[in-house]
């Protein structure tokens, strides 16, 4: 890819979390959004080789959309699941790490989906070897403690696996 294909990228990138943090569409809030992330994506471009791995179309931005709303739900359902613990007047929690294989082959997708994973409450990737993700979780279930993390990091997975390959 070349360096115009990263700024792109890069670009397209700033410029959707510009819009979407900004309540106006005015002219000014678009053209200061424009100039900001272009200069972002040039100075940026060298430091972001891995960027240019993404691909943008119809398919991909549908996918990404999709994964916006999974990880959405997955925060919220997650967030309740540790606010109960914590307001519970007994602690009982089993802790445990699990191991994930992702099926993603490239480095920003294994990033991607190990942030994901990540910001969700209870969870934390504690490392990443080639296609392992390490993850600790709060609180497992006696039974079959991957089955939890996997259903959720499949969720995630599914639709990164269309972004980022």
Same mark, same amino acid.
């Given at each position: 890819? $070349?360096?115009y294909t990263t700024s792109i990228?890069?670009?397209?990138?700033?410029?959707?979390?510009?819009?979407?943090?900004?309540?106006?569409?005015?002219?000014? *809030?678009?053209?200061?959004? %424009?100039?900001? #992330?272009?200069?972002? @994506?040039?100075?940026?471009?060298?430091?972001?080789?891995?960027?240019? &791995?993404?691909?943008?179309?119809?398919?991909?931005?549908?996918?990404?959309? %999709?994964?916006?709303?999974?990880?959405?739900? /997955?925060? *919220?359902?997650?967030?309740?699941?540790? @606010?109960?613990?914590?307001?519970?007047? $007994?602690?009982?929690?089993?802790?445990?790490?699990?191991?994930?294989?992702?099926?993603?082959?490239?480095?920003i997708g294994r990033l991607a989906?190990?942030?994901?994973?990540?910001?969700?409450?209870?969870?934390?990737? %504690? &490392?990443?070897?080639? &296609?392992?993700?390490?993850?600790? #979780?709060? &609180? *497992?279930?006696?039974?079959?403690? /991957?089955?939890?993390?996997?259903? $959720?990091?499949?969720?995630? /997975?599914?639709?990164?696996?269309? *972004?980022?390959?």
């Amino acid at each position: 890819m $070349t360096k115009y294909t990263t700024s792109i990228n890069i670009f397209a990138t700033l410029f959707a979390i510009w819009l979407m943090l900004n309540s106006s569409l005015g002219l000014s *809030v678009v053209l200061t959004g %424009i100039i900001t #992330c272009a200069a972002l @994506a040039y100075f940026l471009h060298p430091l972001a080789n891995k960027y240019s &791995d993404i691909r943008f179309n119809a398919n991909v931005i549908l996918h990404y959309f %999709i994964y916006l709303g999974v990880f959405l739900v /997955e925060l *919220v359902k997650s967030n309740v699941q540790v @606010a109960k613990l914590v307001i519970s007047p $007994t602690i009982k929690i089993s802790p445990a790490i699990i191991k994930v294989t992702t099926q993603l082959k490239t480095p920003i997708g294994r990033l991607a989906l190990s942030n994901s994973i990540t910001l969700t409450p209870g969870t934390l990737v %504690i &490392d990443i070897r080639e &296609d392992t993700l390490f993850v600790h #979780c709060i &609180d *497992v279930k006696r039974s079959n403690p /991957e089955e939890s993390i996997l259903k $959720t990091a499949a969720k995630f /997975e599914k639709h990164l696996k269309v *972004v980022y390959g």
